[in-house]
């Protein structure tokens, strides 16, 4: 495709439910990135691919956060028993070079 | 800890004027440095990119490094109201993968 798509766009789920959020990246992107961006502040790092393998989970907030990218293109962010603390955009971004770009973001709310 | 500072704003100009955005970041190593511009409830969209001290300018946007001060900035000329947005300033803190750090943003409003 032409740019970073991402599933869901939106995301209600209730306190204690499971989510799992997909991002597609630019197609022959071998890294991606996943960020958290909060209300008002600027996007935080959650987890870094290159291809298939993982090699940086330095943000995952806690182990109630996985991210998967079983073949090297498509990812996926699980967020086990999700609190309201969770409540933010995922953005997910495939890169070229140093230069990242952004899908447009799911944005989950948990009630 | 790595750290990206930026004046939330919002900064308010008029139409037609020079808007000048400033970031400072605290790690010395850091040699990559980004602006992206987010409109209200959308992605960030990367503006500039930049590596070396001195100025880079593209169209109506300069950006300026100093990496002796640990200072870069955004400079948008003749500021339209289409360009009010937030700004984030990123910088790859040359850790292994590329990871950005970015900072919270500086609001800009450019009034007609």
């Known amino acids: 495709g032409a740019g970073v798509s991402q599933s869901p766009r939106y995301k209600v789920a209730k306190r204690g439910q499971d989510v799992a959020l997909r991002c597609d990246p630019i197609s022959g992107h071998v890294s991606l990135f996943w960020y958290q961006q909060a209300l008002g502040q600027g996007p935080e790092f959650l987890t870094y691919f290159q291809n298939e393998a993982q090699l940086d989970k330095s943000g995952l907030p806690s182990d109630r956060f996985f991210a998967e990218r079983p073949e090297g293109s498509v990812s996926t962010l699980k967020i086990q028993r999700t609190q309201q603390e969770d409540s933010a955009v995922y953005l997910c971004a495939s890169t070229m070079g140093e230069t990242q770009y952004f899908g447009p973001g799911t944005r989950l709310l948990v009630l | ?112």
Do not use: H
């Not at chain 2, 704003?9 to 808007?19: C, D, F, K």
């Open chain 2, 1 to 112: 800890q790595k750290e990206v500072e930026q004046n939330s704003g919002p900064l308010s100009v008029p139409e037609g004027a020079i808007a000048s955005l400033n970031c400072t970041y605290s790690d010395r190593v850091s040699q990559s440095f980004f602006w992206y511009r987010q409109y209200s409830g959308k992605s960030p969209e990367l503006i500039m990119s930049i590596y070396s001290n001195g100025d880079k300018e593209d169209g109506r946007f300069t950006a300026q490094l100093n990496k002796a001060s640990q200072y870069v900035s955004l400079l948008i000329r003749d500021s339209q109201p289409s360009d009010s947005a937030t700004y984030l300033c990123a910088v790859n803190p040359m850790e292994y993968g590329n990871k950005l750090v970015f900072g919270a943003g500086t609001i800009l409003r450019v009034k007609s």
